[in-house]
């Protein structure tokens, strides 16, 4: 397997727009520590992006330091992965039967309504399929060895997503356990693993590489080298560094971090309260245009059949939830098809809109 080697990397640009997400750490929030615990709600609240620090003691409930490398050992399975020919990666885009999991080829996606071709290649891989849950959906041999990877991973990130939902549901004032349980590991959902490769773009050609969105799901545990992901600040939150242009402003990759983001599924629980914000991924910024972009990323659903509706049993819920229209009520597994497939272009494009437009000034 290719070594994952990010010591060839050139430096992140010291003075682009940046986004200023907390740096939070999963050691205080282990430790219940309760101004870690108000920092991530506010995070949660105002942008639904911020940093964990996973650089744990190894002895905690949850060991950031094992996650990281098992994310490291997944950034070198993703450029072998990558690497093998064309026409072997076709055979594992399942589009064509209406599933997201497996691959998806470059320019196979689109950036917008006029069908702009993306500039990424990408492979979800399924937390059911993984664990047993669902059958063995065809995959490459090459993946086949790595997973004991996946599930040690899928473990790791699922715990922490977890942790996540349990503060957020404490915040919430919701009855304790409501949000976990509507994200159990054991029961079928849309969790998956995706590795994202995104290679270097001719400078007089440059175009987004994965379109701006929001997240379907839940809580996105997310791994970055290479800077390039994107999200529009909320107005009235000021970037760091230059001006932004509409609002877009980096995430600086940092060693040893996740970027933790929030998905539209925690949007419909809590009518609002929390964000999922809009990102996208362009080139790399600076010098780092030069090299090929990968990206780990976890990302947690509820489970299929969970209806996504405000959680009313929550008393800050309910004093957000307006008296007016009822929203449609639609099944996560509904929900993340809809989204996912519009986007492929096998679905519409309107109906791979999140909850942008649900969404009040942070
Ligand atoms: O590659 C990244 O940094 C972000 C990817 C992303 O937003 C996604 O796959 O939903
Ligand atoms: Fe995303």
Same mark, same amino acid.
């Not at 997201?100 to 059911?128: C, L, M, Q």
């Not at 063995?136 to 997973?147: G, I």
């Given at each position: 397997m290719a070594v994952?080697?990010?010591?060839?990397?050139?430096?992140?640009? *010291? @003075?682009?727009? =940046?986004?200023?997400? #907390?740096? %939070?750490?999963?050691? +205080? &929030?282990?430790?219940?520590?309760? /101004?870690?615990?108000?920092?991530?709600?506010?995070?949660?609240?105002?942008?639904?992006?911020?940093?964990?620090?996973?650089?744990?003691?190894?002895?905690?409930?949850?060991?950031?330091?094992?996650?990281?490398?098992?994310?490291?050992?997944?950034?070198?399975?993703?450029?072998?992965?990558?690497?093998?020919?064309?026409?072997?990666?076709?055979?594992?885009?399942?589009?064509?039967?209406?599933?997201?999991?497996?691959?998806?080829?470059?320019?196979?996606?689109?950036?917008?309504?006029?069908?702009?071709?993306?500039?990424?290649?990408?492979?979800?891989?399924?937390?059911?399929?993984?664990?047993?849950?669902?059958?063995?959906?065809?995959?490459?041999?090459?993946?086949?060895?790595?997973?004991?990877?996946?599930?040690?991973?899928?473990?790791? *990130? @699922?715990?922490? =997503?977890?942790?996540? #939902?349990? %503060?957020?549901?404490? +915040? &919430?004032?919701?009855?304790?356990? /409501?949000?976990?349980?509507?994200?159990?590991?054991?029961?079928?959902?849309?969790?998956?693993?995706?590795?994202?490769?995104?290679?270097?773009?001719?400078?007089q050609d440059q175009r987004t590489v994965l379109g701006a969105h929001t997240d379907f799901g839940s809580v996105t545990v997310l791994f970055n080298r290479v800077g390039g992901l994107q999200v529009q600040l909320p107005e009235g939150v000021k970037a760091e560094g230059e001006e932004t242009e509409d609002g877009w402003a980096y995430v600086r990759p940092l060693p040893e971090h996740a970027v933790i983001n929030l998905g539209d599924a925690l949007v419909k629980f809590s009518a609002g309260v929390l964000r999922s914000n809009i990102h996208r991924v362009v080139s790399p910024p600076g010098e780092q245009a030069g090299v090929t972009r990968y990206s780990v990323v976890y990302f947690s659903r509820p489970g299929d059949e969970v209806v996504l509706r405000p959680l009313k049993e929550s008393p800050v819920v309910r004093g957000r939830v307006g008296d007016g229209e009822e929203e449609e009520e639609v099944s996560s597994k509904e929900w993340v098809l809809r989204r996912a497939l519009g986007r492929r272009g096998v679905g519409r494009w309107e109906d791979s809109k999140g909850t942008e437009g649900e969404r009040v000034k942070a």
């Open positions: 994952d080697d990010s010591s060839n990397i050139p430096p992140f640009p *010291a @003075h682009v727009p =940046t986004a200023p997400l #907390l740096r %939070i750490s999963l050691s +205080k &929030l282990l430790a219940a520590d309760p /101004t870690e615990v108000d920092r991530l709600w506010t995070a949660s609240c105002n942008l639904g992006f911020f940093y964990l620090d996973l650089s744990t003691p190894p002895s905690v409930a949850i060991n950031g330091g094992a996650l990281l490398s098992d994310a490291s050992a997944l950034f070198s399975l993703a450029s072998s992965l990558f690497a093998l020919p064309t026409l072997e990666k076709a055979k594992y885009d399942m589009a064509a039967e209406g599933s997201y999991f497996g691959y998806k080829g470059y320019g196979a996606g689109i950036i917008d309504a006029a069908g702009t071709p993306d500039r990424n290649e990408f492979y979800n891989v399924s937390k059911d399929d993984i664990l047993g849950l669902s059958l063995p959906l065809r995959a490459p041999d090459l993946l086949t060895p790595h997973r004991p990877l996946f599930t040690s991973f899928i473990h790791a *990130a @699922h715990s922490l =997503t977890l942790l996540v #939902l349990d %503060i957020l549901n404490m +915040k &919430l004032q919701l009855p304790p356990g /409501t949000l976990t349980t509507l994200h159990a590991l054991d029961k079928p959902s849309g969790d998956q693993v995706r590795m994202i490769k995104a290679p270097p773009q001719p400078p």
